[in-house]
Structure formats: C-alpha cells, structure tokens
C-alpha cells in the first residue's frame, strides 16, 4: 500500500519495513556491543514504542531485562504540553543500567520529563535509543546514543505510531500528505 487513510487524513509510505529492520538490527548491535556485561535494564515508552521495542529486544544478545512505561503527551497529531505518567516504574534502579526505548523524539520535553523522573531513582547509568528523531524540532539537549533514523519534522504513522490511536498496526511508516 502507497497510500492509506486514516480519519481525516491521508498517508504515504515514507519508510520501508525491511529498511527499518535495517537499522534496528544496527541499534542492536550497537547497543550489544557498548553494553556488554551491563545486565541493562530496557525501558520501553508505550504505546508508540512496542515495535520497535519487539524488534530491538530479538535482536539483544547480551543478559538483559525489560519493564514498561506509559507516558502521555499527544491528542491528534499535536502535543498537549502536558505529561502525564500513566504506568509507573516498579523496578528498584538503584545502581542499574537503564536504556530509554522510545519511538520517535521531537521536542525532546518528555524524554527530559522521564530522565529527571528516572534520576531521581539512582541509576548508575541512563542510555537512550530512539527508533526516530526530529533534530530541526528540539528543544532541549539530550544526549540519544542509539538513534535508528533522523527524519523531518513531518506527521508519521505507522510501525507504532498512531494518529488519534489508529494507525499503529502499519509495517511501515506513512507521512501525511498535506
């Protein structure tokens, strides 16, 4: 499918199944390799992350373990400003490894809102990896080590991401057609 509807909307395929498994096997071992020995603990951002995390998990190959969490900042295809931690964390942190699972970063607000949570937690260390990034739409440094693909600042779904809750079934990710 080239194309596909959702609501009021229409989407084009912008990023091919078999080119993201590309780049999540190259997060992976990225990730293998730098963390090695880490027993790290993978934290997954729902909804949106689901995929990319399944993907990326199959493809670890080092001791390792995974928790969830729900964080909230959108309605529609625009941010709400506001985060709100749904699903908390019931790990104990202390001196742990934590590698930050997210689909996609733009603004940057709720990673640095999660990073301030999770440090407040005593982690030895805190890795992030993002299956996607918008770097013209920051607005606050963060450090992403594991980043699968930059992309403009264009709508997407697909792969995971949703637009008002559909749209995440997709194998590929879809760009709004204005």
């Known amino acids: 499918m080239s194309n596909i509807q959702i609501k009021d909307k229409t989407f084009t395929i912008s990023i091919r199944e078999e080119d993201i498994l590309k780049e999540v096997s190259r997060v992976a071992e990225e990730i293998n390799r730098d963390l090695a020995g880490k027993n790290p603990i993978f934290l997954s951002i729902l909804n949106g992350s689901f995929m ?3 993907d990326l998990m199959k493809r670890i190959t080092i001791p390792c373990e995974i928790s969830f969490v729900k964080l909230a900042s959108y309605q529609g295809i625009a941010s709400t400003g506001k985060i709100t931690e749904v699903i908390g964390i019931n790990e ?17 607000l709720t990673m640095q809102r999660l990073l301030e949570t999770l440090g407040t937690r005593s982690p030895s260390e805190i890795h992030i990896a993002s299956l996607l990034v918008k770097p013209e739409k920051l607005q606050v440094p963060l450090n992403i080590e594991y980043v699968a693909m930059n992309i ?3 709508f997407i779904v ?3 991401l949703d637009y ?13 057609v204005d």
Do not use: S
Request: aromatic fraction near 10%; charged fraction near 25%; charge should be negative.
């Open 52 to 54: 990319f995390t399944a």
């Open 158 to 160: 697909g792969y995971g």
């Open 152 to 154: 403009p600042n264009d």
């Open 92 to 108: 104990d942190l202390t001196g742990r490894c934590i590698v930050i699972v997210e689909d996609i970063v733009e603004t940057g």
């Open 164 to 176: 008002d809750h559909q749209g995440r079934n997709y194998k590929d990710i879809y760009t709004v």
